[in-house]
């Protein structure tokens, strides 16, 4: 069954750090999403990306956080110069549609602890 | 803005116990509801959905019905194993403006015990 794959699974830096999360989505899908969840609070919506390009960001997505298409497979998040409150599990979906109906397809997600 | 508002969690329950998670949403139009789950080790994946009032979604023998006018999609499994422990999200999906961006709430961890 095809699925959405993350990495790492847990990456741990130094405040200032820059750190890209890598994402694989499913192939024959066209919308992906990047969302976070600091511990204990909701699933944070970050970005969506459609046609190689920005569809719609949140206000957390700030010059600090950038996406990226480098190739037909991958999507990555890299984040410049990270911060405490940066430390989030980040979540990596994608789907064939972007409908109201529509169900989205989620990695297993990769911790980030900036110390 | 659109929300969900979930029961805070750990819910800890015994095996064959019934259980609900409650789940209610704000919004400003007419949204399609959905759980979600998440086993240890795994990204979340669709559990039901229900896309218009009364609707009621249903897999793996859990359940949860569209009520438009409590605004809620409570999760409901009349007799849970072990296997369900998980951690349980309530979604909503809304145009806004165009947009179908999913919401998410926070998650509901369920601990079953032997």
């Known amino acids: 069954e095809p699925e959405v794959t993350q990495t790492p699974s847990h990456q741990v830096t130094q405040m200032g750090q820059e750190v890209i999360l890598r994402c694989v989505p499913i192939s024959n899908h066209l919308y992906f999403y990047w969302y976070r969840q600091i511990l204990g609070q909701k699933v944070e919506f970050l970005v969506s990306?459609?046609?190689?390009?920005?569809?719609?960001k949140s206000e957390i997505f700030d010059d600090q956080f950038s996406v990226e298409r480098p190739d037909g497979s991958n999507f990555t998040l890299k984040i410049r110069s990270t911060k405490l409150e940066d430390s989030a599990m980040y979540f990596c979906?994608?789907?064939?549609?972007?409908?109201?109906?529509?169900?989205?397809?989620f990695g297993e997600g990769s911790r980030l602890t900036v110390l | 803005g659109d929300s969900v508002t979930q029961m805070e969690g750990p819910v800890t329950l015994s095996e064959e116990a019934f259980l609900t998670i409650n789940c209610t949403y704000t919004a400003t139009g007419y949204p399609s509801l959905f759980w979600y789950v998440q086993y240890p080790g795994e990204g979340l994946q669709l559990l039901l959905k229900?896309?218009?009032?009364?609707d009621k979604g249903s897999n793996k023998g859990f359940e949860a019905t569209y009520r438009k006018e409590t605004t809620s999609f409570h999760l409901e499994k009349g007799s849970v194993q072990v296997s369900d422990s998980a951690v349980y999200f309530c979604a909503l999906r809304i145009s806004s403006g165009g947009s179908y961006i999913p919401t998410f709430g926070r998650g509901t961890s369920l601990i079953v015990h032997p």
């Open positions: 979906a994608s789907s064939e549609s972007v409908g109201r109906t529509g169900e989205l397809f």
């Open positions: 229900a896309t218009k009032a009364d």
């Open positions: 990306f459609y046609n190689n390009e920005i569809s719609e």
